[in-house]
């Protein structure tokens, strides 16, 4: 039980990660997540407008309801799988948040001084945050699930494409836009 | 049942995307400076097993649960969707530390903050939608 409370290990979680991916396979469907930001859309009434929407929303309701278990998972897992919210990440990961004033890694899932407080600058962080990884998922054809997870697995070059622009827009946002954010 | 087994995929995967702290900003921040092996270490044992998976799918032509063949679709061939698109989702990806699958999984952990999040990757999803044939692809 004690195993389950801790943090799991990253080759744990890594086989888990590709066990979801081969029973959607065997269920005749495909592990990407970011599909449902669209579906999303369609359910909103996009379609009536732009072409881009106009589709059987209902084909996309199995993965509609893989993300309801996926809200479901996050509330089991923080609610009765976890002893303490900490996040394990290295000293000197601490170290550089500390420099932005960002101290909450011992004792909080996420940084509380971004998602705990609800100022100006903060909303605008997350909803510009939010924006573009929606506009880049539906861009580059697929999110970290879909590219880096099974993309990757099928040998695909277009999904080597598109990780590399994740890393490398990850990369400037943190070593060049981060200094004027935070 | 079937509805039930998506949820139950889904359940798994959230309860993994938390556990593994691969849903934590700090973890997202922390690969980006190369700091830990962590994320590596998960994303790097999903797709080799995935890699031998899909192989032994293909080669073994294995059914779907109800007996359909599987069948993968390859990617469509471009360079600049993916490549365009990919650097716009790592700078949300770093900035939000959440992609599609875990702010979902956070939001049901209790951090509603992520809904602001989520309303602006569907809010982004719809501007790409409307500006899509302006894009180069």
Known sequence: ?182 | MKNLAYISIGVLFGITMYKSEAASWFRIYEMFNFQAFHMYGIIGVAVVLGLIIMQLLKKYQVKTFFGVPIIIDDKEKSFKRYFYGGIIFGLGWALAGACPGPMFTLVGAGFYSLLIVIAFAVFGTYIYGVIKDKLPH
């Open chain 1, 1 to 182: 039980m004690e195993f389950i409370l801790e943090p799991w290990p990253w080759y744990v979680s890594g086989f888990l990660i590709a066990l979801v991916m081969f029973l959607l396979l065997m269920m005749g469907d495909r592990f990407g997540m970011s599909s449902n930001l669209r579906t999303l859309c369609t359910i909103c009434g996009a379609g009536k407008k732009t072409s881009f929407f106009d589709f059987d929303w209902k084909s996309q309701k199995w993965n509609l309801l893989v993300m309801i278990g996926a809200i479901i998972g996050g509330f089991i897992a923080a609610h009765f799988l976890s002893n303490s919210s900490g996040v394990d990440i290295s000293l000197e990961t601490i170290k550089d948040l500390q420099q932005y004033g960002i101290n909450s890694s011992e004792n909080s899932y996420l940084p509380t001084e971004i998602f705990g407080l609800y100022s100006i600058k903060n909303i605008v962080l997350l909803s510009i945050g939010g924006f573009l990884v929606g506009f880049g998922a539906r861009y580059a054809g697929g999110c970290t699930s879909g590219h880096a997870i099974s993309g990757l697995s099928n040998l695909q070059l277009p999904s080597l494409i598109a990780v590399i622009g994740f890393f490398m827009g990850g990369l400037f946002m943190i070593h060049v836009l981060f200094p004027f954010i935070f």
